[in-house]
C-alpha cells in the first residue's frame, strides 16, 4: 500500500492508455483493488483483465465502485459521467499526474528526455 494516499478500490478512467495501462499494473501489484473504464476495447484490455483487473468497455455511473479513489487521464474532460459519479459519491479524485506524484513522493527519480538517445540511456542506467 502506498501510505494511505488511496483506498483499497481504485478505479482508473481511461484506463486504455498509454499512461494509465501501466499506472493500473502497478497499483495491482501494490495491493490495490482496480478496475477500469475506457471508451473502446484496447490492446492490453485482456492483459489487464487476466491480472485481474475489471475492464468497463464504456462510460457509465455504475462503474465506478462506492468509497473508491477515481484516477482519470488527461484525455478525459471535467464533464465525465465517472467523474461526476465519483465527485457526487465523495470519493477522492485525482489527475494521473497527481497520483504519480503521489505515488512517487519518497523515492528518488531520474528522468531521461530528448529527442535522441532516450532508450540507450534508460538502458544503461
Given at each position: 500500500m502506498l501510505n494511505n494516499n488511496f483506498t483499497k478500490q481504485v478505479h482508473l478512467i481511461g484506463i486504455g492508455g498509454v499512461g494509465m495501462t501501466p499506472l493500473a499494473l502497478l497499483l495491482k501489484e501494490y495491493g490495490y483493488d482496480i478496475s477500469g473504464s475506457d471508451i473502446s476495447d484496447f490492446r492490453l484490455c485482456n492483459f489487464l483483465q487476466s491480472k485481474g483487473i475489471k475492464i468497463y468497455l464504456n462510460h457509465s455511473a455504475s462503474n465506478v465502485p462506492s468509497d473508491s479513489t477515481v484516477i482519470y487521464s488527461s484525455a478525459i474532460s471535467e464533464n465525465n459521467i465517472e467523474i461526476q459519479t465519483a465527485k457526487k459519491a465523495n470519493c477522492t479524485t485525482i489527475s494521473r499526474i497527481e497520483a504519480l506524484k503521489l505515488i512517487?513522493?519518497?523515492?528518488?527519480?531520474?528522468?531521461?528526455?530528448?529527442s535522441y538517445g532516450k532508450s540507450t540511456t534508460t538502458a544503461f542506467i
Open positions: 512517487t513522493s519518497d523515492k528518488r527519480l531520474i528522468s531521461i528526455t530528448g
